[in-house]
T-cell receptor
Framework: DGGITQSPKYLFRKEGQNVTLSCEQNLNHDAMYWYRQDPGQGLRLIYYSQIVNDFQKGDIAEGYSVSREKKESFPLTVTSAQKNPTAFYLC??????????????FGSGTRLTVV | KNEVEQSPQNLTAQEGEFITINCSYSVGISALHWLQQHPGGGIVSLFMLSSGKKKHGRLIATINIQEKHSSLHITASHPRDSAVYICAPNTGNQFYFGTGTSLTVIP
């Protein structure tokens, strides 16, 4: 079955360490997205990528970096510059081929705790 | 400024009750999604609609583009419906997300 795989589900890191969250999709979707969710707040866009080798900053990109070397993969690195990295991170994808009937697929998320 | 307002924030219902969650938004949209988030965090897209009404099983979603308002209804609610429901208007380029409505259905 096609879908998005985020790993790991739970991740613990020490303060000051960089950490990379994985997002893989086998849906042949062109666009991929990273969101952050904090308690009591809606999802906020970190980065997105419409095509391979291209990505754009979202609303809260500071302290994060991404790459899109392959269509299937859009890893997110939470750097030590991110002031408050503990959060739930959600990856999503969508096809951009049919603008009138696009659909989004969401991953199961990664809960990052920095101690 | 919140582009998306959902109500209520929390909702507790008895099994079998009819449930309505409301969403008002201020952005111009190409479509609006209703998402369901279970306690583990994973999100499922329930509906994507740009006009009128859609029905899937016991779930019904409606949208009024002129009034910038959408509702999600659950008929004959069941404990397995307990989740957070998120309204997410999409402009074509990006989502705006509501903070969600936490629904608990009691047997």
């Amino acid at each position: 079955d096609g879908g998005i795989t985020q790993s790991p589900k739970y991740l613990f890191r020490k303060e000051g360490q960089n950490v990379t969250l994985s997002c893989e999709q086998n849906l042949n979707h062109d666009a991929m997205y990273w969101y952050r969710q904090d308690p009591g707040q809606g999802l906020r866009l970190i980065y997105y990528s419409q095509i391979v080798n291209d990505f754009q900053k979202g609303d809260i990109a500071e302290g994060y970096s991404v790459s899109r070397e392959k269509k299937e993969s859009f890893p997110l690195t939470v750097t030590s510059a991110q002031k408050n990295p503990t959060a739930f991170y959600l990856c999503a994808s969508r096809t951009a081929r049919d603008a009138t009937n696009y659909g989004y697929t969401f991953g199961s998320g990664t809960r990052l705790t920095v101690v | 400024k919140n582009e998306v307002e959902q109500s209520p924030q929390n909702l507790t219902a008895q099994e079998g009750e009819f449930i309505t969650i409301n969403c008002s938004y201020s952005v111009g949209i190409s479509a609006l999604h209703w998402l369901q988030q279970h306690p583990g965090g994973g999100i499922v897209s329930l509906f994507m609609l740009s006009s009128g009404k859609k029905k899937h099983g016991r779930l019904i979603a409606t949208i009024n583009i002129q009034e910038k308002h959408s509702s999600l209804h659950i008929t004959a609610s069941h404990p397995r419906d307990s989740a957070v429901y998120i309204c997410a208007p999409n402009t074509g380029n990006q989502f705006y997300f509501g903070t969600g409505t936490s629904l608990t259905v009691i047997p």
